[in-house]
């Protein structure tokens, strides 16, 4: 059988897709899980953080990654497929992209100019960079073991997406620890961990999805 052959019988075939969908809905549920409960024991629950969450700045530090990582999931079950494609998914991703830009843009016309460096610094920068992708680790693990099953054509970039939603899973469950609430800071370093977790899954990606 050639290569054309196989990939014109998994395109006809239904049922690769389910399998990916019901593999990650067995395990990235209790990876998300997994991840919060190690934040919660680990690194705990800021003490003000129900009065941090009423301003609607703060709470984006949860929503854009949430929404971030749900579009990069998506993205990645539809190229589980060989004929599938990330034109919805990309259009989500560029506007939360947009969305953070904003904000970021936002965080320095509210920020004095001399003040930008420290607000950027902040005081938990190192612990940021470490905890994205320590919390990264079990969700994107759960979307690459899913991905497996599947047939995608462009195993770096699932591989990318699957990163991309890890990150973002795990910067939305860090920020309910994470006290700066500056978007010079979290906009910045936030996207810089999700960024080295995407990297790291796009290298996983090319090595375990290719087939």
Known sequence: MTTEDLIRRLAADPRPAPTVAR???RWLGPA???AFASMA???GFRPDLLRAYADPVVALKV???SLLAGAAVVGALRLARP???TRGSVAALALVALTALGLWTFGFAVTPRENWGAAMQGSTLAACLLSIPTLAF???LALLLALRRGASLSSTLSGALAGLGGGGIAASVYAFHC???QPL???TWYGTGILIVTVLGALAGRRWLRW
Do not use: I, M, Q, S
Request: glycine fraction near 8%.
């Open 23 to 25: 593999t990650l809905a």
């Open 32 to 34: 998300v899980l997994a």
């Open 41 to 43: 024991f680990g690194w």
């Open 63 to 65: 929503v854009l990654p």
């Open 83 to 85: 004929e599938g494609h």
């Open 138 to 140: 079990l969700p994107t």
């Open 179 to 181: 006290p700066e609430d």
């Open 185 to 187: 800071f979290f906009v």
